[in-house]
């Protein structure tokens, strides 16, 4: 039978009638609102706010022009922006990667006072310049907020930049750090710095001293003040966490004594004056004065395309609720703190970005619900991460991925001081990333990270390249840390090459290491049993992290029982040991297997099918390192079979070692 279709005065009549449904309204053309100087984002996206209550499907184009785009507040992108799933809202910068959008000013040399220039070092007379700062920076007395262990610490006051990037305050000293010793008060809060005497120093009204006080792991910085003459001492405003231990090391920043070099600079408080030794003949410089660039609240299905976001007070970019947000193809860079922040978001992420020189860390991923083991869907991929927590140089990952099922994969992680990937929560993947040349100068610390919670299961190190991670004498490092505890994590099919301790399990259990190929990286495997030493009494504090963790998770749900079946007995079956952890089937090639630190026992742990394969001399160290680099942008992901293709390279091994 055939059904005619009605049209015309009909088709109205019947829609009028209530008896056809009203048709879908057809998505407008497509509206670009081109942004040039004077317009700013700011005034774009009033607009688009505007024609997104008129037309809510209406494809939507914010397009920046090449050159300079400055924003001295940021610009927030809400619901009322967002697009649809059809159509997204675009903000695109020139193809070619032009357009930069920053959170900086320039600001205007003026006549240096006499006072001052008499208290510079004598080398620096005639080469400092000053500045005079926005009016805003007179009503912040600090140049930096503490930095101490724990959450990241709020945005800088501002940073100093020239062509080249950030300047840094004037510091002792200017290379690395001096010995410190505590004082011989009780408090914890009184140091000597070897090879200085303070009075230099005395009567700055912001001066700091950062540095590794109690743990190689952990870098703080902290007010000082120098107390009166004929005192060897400098006094912290705080105490260092677990204070004062002999590994102590330092140095003192913000001194007028001490701009003694290019790149310094130092700040006059009560004049608002900025004094700066130049790095180039120009001598012109700006300062950072946006705390943010782009803010994203609640808003879905965004897109942000081709620019170059820098020279921000703190992070670069939040998302913040929403989902569906997806940065490609762009460069961040010298940020405050971190390059992307992604918070309670549903799916998106970023992808073929170039990120450097941040402050602290680098991208934050957080999404997914843990109690329900709902993925969040968020992800960073075929990225290149360098450089980052410059500043604060500890606690500070190129990626941090939390809640449930987020992802790493592709990226190139690589010359930095801190961690590649930390790891909380669950179920998320990390697969064929290359990283390489991380922790120099660093102790205690991995490349990938994860610790002191033993319900931070269902997560997947696959198919990564770890290469040249390496520390100096005295310190330690490793690749994959499954620190204090750390559980049912999948590390396989990766390939560590000169990598120190590339798979350390540090007293965890029902982790599976598998198919990995260790090359030049001893010991190749490390287990410990700390839950059974120093850690048991945290293993038995019902109030401790690890406990409350474990007490915070419904380990008895039906879901939680099926997705990770021992985890809902732990404490029934020696919760502090070492056990059941899968090592198969892996293959050392010039690596010394397996390492167990008493009480761990290796009759606890699954061990077969690994091969041993041994080489007269250890493989020979990269004399270049560009010869593993990747491109600025990776254009794709770095599939690697890694067990497969280096076997295939080894000699005939004895058999599987036990």
Known sequence: MTVSRPTGSCLALLIGLGLLPLPACAAGPERVIRVRPPMDLHQALDEVAALRARDPERPITVELASGLHRLGRY?????EHGGTQGAPLVIRGAADGTTR??????????????????????????????????????ARPHIRPPRLLGPPPPPLTFEVFDAQGALHPARWPNDGFARVTAGPDATGTTIRLEGTKPEAWRGEADLWAEGYWSWGWLFETIPVAVPEPGSALVRLGVRPYEGIRAIARARIVHALAELDAPGEWWRDAKRNLLLVWPRDGAGAVEVSVADTLISLEKASHVRIESLRLERTRGDLLTVRGGGDVVVRNSALAWSGLRAAVFEDVKGGGLEACAIADTGFGAVRLVAGDRPSLTPGGLFLRDSRLTRYARLSRTQSPALELDGVGNRAVGNYFHDAIDHAVYLRGNDHLVADNEITRLLDGATDAGAIYAGRDWTARGSVIRGN??????????????????????????????????????AFIGGGRDNVLSRNVFADSSPAIHVDARGLNWAAPSVADPESQIRAGLAAMPTGSALWRRRYPPLAVILAREPGSARDNRLTDNVFWWSEPFRYEPPARPGDQ?????????????????????????????????????????????????????
């Open 465 to 502: 390249f770890l290469h040249d991670i390496r520390t100096r004498p005295g310190l330690e490092v490793k690749g994959v840390y499954l620190d204090d505890m750390a559980s049912g994590f999948t590390v396989e099919g990766n390939l560590f090459v000169r990598v120190d301790q590339p």
């Open 606 to 658: 699954v061990v077969m099918g690994n091969v041993e394969a041994l080489r007269r001399q250890p493989l020979p160290a990269a004399s270049d390192p560009s010869a593993f680099a990747a491109p600025p942008v990776p254009a794709g992901r770095i599939h690697l079979d890694t067990t497969r293709m280096l076997r295939a390279t080894l000699p005939t091994a004895p058999s599987p070692r036990r």
């Open 75 to 79: 610009a927030r992108i809400g619901a």
């Open 101 to 138: 959008v920053v959170g900086s000013v320039p600001v205007e040399a003026v006549a240096l006072p006499d006072d001052l220039a008499a208290r510079l070092p004598a080398k620096a007379r005639g080469r400092v310049k000053a500045f005079r700062l926005p009016n805003e920076m007179s």
